[in-house]
């Protein structure tokens, strides 16, 4: 009986890692995206010949356009967050799934 009860908790810990992994890599990559953007601008307008400083300039006013582009879809970035949101909860629903088997064993035995 401990044995599944070890097991069980193992399993929670691998399942909240794994979620918890998966929910930084989400929000991660939604944090990097813009800084990738910005480095292929900066890269492509200082391939077309204008110095470092200036296809900086360029590309940091190219990103701002950008997102002010999606600030006028509200929707887009509501979507994206709730995606996120859903992630999250959707782990929490899981690792609660482990508590009914965690607890049944200590039920039965008193």
């Known amino acids: 009986m401990k044995l599944n ?3 069980a908790k193992v ?3 691998i399942t909240f890692v794994f979620f918890t992994f998966v929910t930084l890599v989400y929000f991660g990559v939604l944090l990097i995206l813009p800084l990738d953007i910005l480095f292929h601008i900066i890269r492509i307008i200082h391939g077309i010949g204008l110095p470092t400083v200036l296809a ?3 590309g940091i006013a190219a990103l701002g356009y950008l997102g002010y582009t999606l600030s006028k879809t509200p929707a887009l970035y509501r979507l994206i967050l709730d995606i996120g949101k859903e992630i999250i909860s959707f782990g929490h629903g899981q690792i ?3 508590d009914t ?3 049944q ?3 039965s035995n008193p």
């Open 56 to 58: 900086t300039g360029a």
């Open 101 to 103: 088997l965690i607890q």
């Open 96 to 98: 609660q799934r482990f």
């Open 5 to 7: 009860l070890i097991l």
């Open 105 to 107: 064993p200590s039920e």
């Open 11 to 13: 399993f929670k810990f």
